[in-house]
RNA sequence: GCCGAUAUAGUUUAGUGGUAAAACAAACCCUUGGUAAGGGUUAGACUGUGGGUUCGAUUCCCACUGUCGGCUCCA
């Protein structure tokens, strides 16, 4: 790494911008400019002229033209009277002068050599020898101060970097994350696909597409199985005092319905989430503390009116499948339950090859009207989490804010393959739902008692899981995940028969066996296999058919050479039962 | 929702104020090929939807719908 600051680097190009952009388009005001974690955004009012991404070529130019005059930034403080005059007509400069102002901070301008700006500290020593790898990336709306009240002004995102190999890796990465775009490996290997006629997000699974779901959602699922979680099922809609009761209704009202309530009384809603369904089977019947802990457990569709702007592909849809359950327990069970969560959570993600760290939620003490129930029981709580987390070694960082409303939860942070990180699995506790919906159980003493229930979902929702995984494995997944396994190509027509026998083995052995019988060369069977990331090619010709043997070949390009079928099928399984 | 961009064959794209071109995919034919693309032929698009301007629009304008990039990161 060079000793340049990057974030001073990346302010000062900020600066260039800015510079450059008032030059080609004079009466421009420019807002804010400062470094981000990728590169650097500035803000500009261009009043009524419009500009679109055809002018970076041109913007650039003029930044590297007036770059070279750039030998350092000047700085002087001005005081507020003397900035008023500076920037008079800028009222973006003004509004944020009189600001600094008022709460006492110094004011001051600096000047590179021919553009005066009002500006903080933090720029590169040297400009015209620092400043001259950058990019600009991509242009969009955003509200003055971040404010939805405010004026719409134009964004001009960059980035810049110390060397130019790391600006070219940063812009290569870009490009292979795109490549990795779930949205394009989905159409491309037949995973799912959208309807204008069904809605936007609201995606419709294929074949392929819904066998991966299946498989990931069977593991999930059965992890929790075996630690005595039962399965339960629940209708899609309910009526709106449901959410009332839960305390949704009050903290989200209605913009988080799908459909909306009228406000009539017994109106019914598509469920946004399922934790209230659980609880009325729990209060189906009367509990002992001898029957706690009771753990269900259900895979099952939610539906939310998420913006429409904000739907992408997989990540943000509006229908979205919860590998959810819920577990009810005495206070002094938590430890307990809880351990077993983390323990599956452990195995998924270990057995998926991703990453996690644990981020602790708990509430933000200066907000206290954001979280119901009363505060010696979230103490108490986020007391238990921070125990466990320590118990089990994981590696942990504490958010506060990040709660939700109804008690503190661990997060696990899984990162992907380009180092991205998500937030997935999330056992969290709730207080206060159980004692909203009055549910109880009889304690030793023949007392009711209010249970504590936990939350849990492994993926979260399997679609949005799937947008991570799929861009983490680039759409090779693992064998036991691979929606086809094998792929047998035969080299000509005579070799059909055999490939035939060859595929109806294999299947009949439970293995996802496709052959490929198009009139094609071999090269571009296995070229058309690879692209598909089927994890094995089995090629059958002369030679094969006479020694009733099979040449394997992986989508990674190495050949296994010749097998008897039956060790092939042994090695897969040997392969696929690690998994199980 | 708001701002901006965008919409042409299954896919990726070209193009024009006078009803559209190509590549890949598809179907068919030739070829029967040994580890990432063999060759040919044919078919396939009322140019997203609805209005408007015009003698005439896929092309210009408006609305709608979808898609993409943003809307937290303070001078």
Known sequence: MSDINLENLRHSCAHLLAAAVKQLWPGTHNAIGPAIDNGFYQDFDF??????????????????????????????????????????ENPYKVELAREFAKQGRKLMTNDPGNFLDLCKMGHVENPSKELKNFKLLSIAGAYWRGNEKNKMLTRIYGTAFPKKEELDKYLWQQEEAKKRDHRILGEKLDLFAFSELVGRGLPLFTPKGTLLRELLNSFSQELRLKKGFQKVWVPHIAKNDLYKMSGHWDKFGDELFLVKSQETKDQMVLKPMNCPHHQQIYASKPRSYRDLPIKYLETTTIYRDEKAGELIGLSRVRSATQDDSHSFCMPEQIETVYDELIDITKTFFDRLGMKYRARI?????????????????????????????????????????????????????????????????????????PKRFGLVYT?????????????????????????????????????????????????????????????????????????????????????????????????????????????????EGKDLGKKKLYEFIKDLKGQIEKFQ
């Not at 991404?53 to 009277?81: C, G, H, N, Y």
């Not at 939700?404 to 899984?414: R, T, W």
Request: charged residues 30%; glycine residues 4%.
């Open 443 to 555: 304690d030793k003493e023949g007392k009711d008692q209010t249970p504590v229930m936990i939350h849990f979902a492994l993926m979260g929702s399997i679609e949005r899981f799937l947008s991570v995984y799929i861009e983490h494995t680039a759409g090779a997944f693992p064998l036991w995940l691979s929606p086809t396994q094998v792929r047998v190509l035969p080299l000509a027509d005579r070799h059909h028969d055999y490939t035939k026998d060859v595929v109806s083995k294999l299947q009949k052995e439970g293995i996802r066996t496709e052959w490929d019988f198009e009139n094609k060369t071999i090269g571009a069977k296995i070229r058309e296999s690879t692209l598909q990331k089927v994890p094995y090619m089995v090629i059958i010709g002369d030679k094969e058919v006479e020694a009733e043997q099979c040449s394997v070949r992986t989508r």
């Open 361 to 433: 939620s708990f509430r933000d003490p200066k907000q206290p009207k954001k979280y119901l129930g009363d505060v010696a029981l979230w103490e108490k709580a986020q007391a238990i989490l921070l125990n466990i987390a320590k118990k089990n070694k994981l590696d942990y960082f504490i958010a506060e804010g990040e709660a939700a409303f109804y008690g503190p939860k661990i997060d696990f942070m899984v990162s992907d393959a380009l180092g991205r990180e998500w937030q997935l699995a999330t056992p969290q506790l709730d207080f206060v739902q």
């Open 47 to 88: 009043g009524k002229v419009k500009i679109s991404e055809q002018d970076f070529p041109k913007i650039e130019k003029k930044m590297r033209e007036l770059l070279t005059a750039w030998e350092r930034f000047t700085f002087k403080e001005v005081s507020l009277e003397e900035a008023e005059e500076l920037f008079k």
